[in-house]
């Protein structure tokens, strides 16, 4: 089991916005929209304890991660400071935080979901009110 700290999107309109776009890009999603925080750790994770009154998390545009054997489209955020300070990716690299769209093998499908995206301005932002642990393991992610 692989367990991850996340935000998630604490604005009802806007989870439902990005949620609908994930469930269309792939209908096998099995969590909410996030901003990985800390992960992956093969033992649980404890939420940080600190306070997130007044953090703002900026959506600013859509980006990818396309290479030879990767097909990811993803919503560009900009994190505050306090929270900035807050991210440990070892496996995946801290300067990029990100809400993913799509992450699949067809590249023609997540060139066509980024080319669409551009064409928007995709600009939103939300107050984080906490942080919130996911499990994984391969076939299964849930919120615990």
């Not at 792939?26 to 925080?37: C, D, L, P, Q, Y």
């Amino acid at each position: 089991m692989r367990y991850f700290e996340v935000i998630n999107i604490d604005y009802k309109n806007a989870q439902t916005f990005v949620d609908g776009i994930r469930l269309f890009a792939n209908s096998k999603i099995k969590h909410k929209a996030h901003v990985t925080i800390k992960g992956p750790s093969q033992s649980k994770i404890v939420p940080e304890r600190i306070k997130y009154e007044n953090q703002i998390i900026k959506i600013t545009g859509i980006g990818n991660f396309f290479s030879e054997n990767q097909n990811t489209v993803f919503l560009k955020c900009e994190l505050e400071e306090r929270l900035k300070k807050l991210i440990n990716k070892p496996d995946f690299g801290s300067g990029n935080p990100h809400i993913t769209l799509y992450d699949g093998e067809d590249n023609e499908f997540a060139n066509q979901l980024f080319q669409l995206g551009q064409n928007y301005s995709i600009k939103f932002q939300f107050i984080v009110n906490e942080l919130d642990i996911i499990k994984s393991n391969k076939l299964y992610w849930s919120c615990i």
